[in-house]
């Protein structure tokens, strides 16, 4: 006989954003406009003298003050993007992993269910073949004296771990599919339901006569197995 072991997980939350507040372009390049207008300053005056080597220092100094900065910023820009992307995709696959280990947890505790609460002709098998489950239970056995009353949903015996949902001043999309997931209740679907008749000694039934009959007869057999 094999018992229910609570499910327990620990879930990382997702990496912090790359977003960052930047500087619009005019306060970036404040410092460079003054440099620039004495680059174009320095560029006029070899034209007018010829002195190429004025005219090449000036167009290295716009490059230099103007140009590099508006590169700077749409590559750092373009890196973010691209590191954001990589953050949103490699954290949906680790939470859809997580919701694989959920779905096997859900499966294997309905399969114990089933199986230490077996329907009626399961149980008259095990009286009839004398199988090695016959009378296995015993009062030491947390279940001892649980019966099958019926079929039903119960509650997943589990938990999520993960960080608590606090205040924040942005948002982020993956933090809420964490505490949805977190937060999420799940059911087992189509399994036994019991009652103990070791915490209910007194149990009432109503019902029409041979329902009552057959529902008593259900209970005998399986104290019987």
């Known amino acids: 006989k094999e018992d229910i072991i609570s499910f327990s997980l620990n879930v990382d939350s997702p990496p912090q954003s790359p977003e960052a507040e930047e ?8 410092s460079s406009m003054a440099m620039g207008t004495m680059s174009v300053f320095t560029i006029a005056m070899g034209v007018m ?26 590559y750092n820009k373009a890196q973010k993007e691209k590191k954001e992307k990589l953050r949103q995709r490699k954290y949906k696959e680790y939470l859809l ?23 009626l002709n399961r149980c008259i098998d095990v009286i009839m073949n004398a199988d090695k489950s016959l009378w ?16 039903g949903e119960r509650d997943f015996d589990g938990r999520l771990i993960g ?9 982020d999309n993956l933090k809420e599919e964490l505490y949805g997931l977190c937060e999420k209740k799940r059911i087992l679907k189509n399994v036994p339901i019991t009652l103990s ?27 019987t197995s």
């Open 197 to 223: 008749f070791v915490d209910n000694r007194f149990v009432g039934v109503v019902g029409q006569n041979t329902e009552l009959l057959r529902f008593v007869n259900n209970l005998l057999i399986q104290l």
């Open 23 to 30: 500087l619009p372009l005019v306060l970036m390049l404040g």
């Open 49 to 74: 003298s010829k002195n190429y080597m004025s005219m090449l220092m000036g167009g290295g100094m716009i490059v230099g003050t103007m140009i590099l900065p508006i590169v700077t910023k749409f």
């Open 136 to 151: 296995e239970r015993t009062s030491e056995h947390n279940d001892f004296l649980q019966l099958r009353v019926g079929i």
């Open 97 to 119: 992993e997580v919701e694989g280990k959920i779905t096997d947890a859900c499966q294997k505790q309905s399969s114990i269910i089933n199986q230490n609460f077996p329907n």
């Open 163 to 171: 960080q608590q949902k606090t205040f924040e001043l942005e948002e």
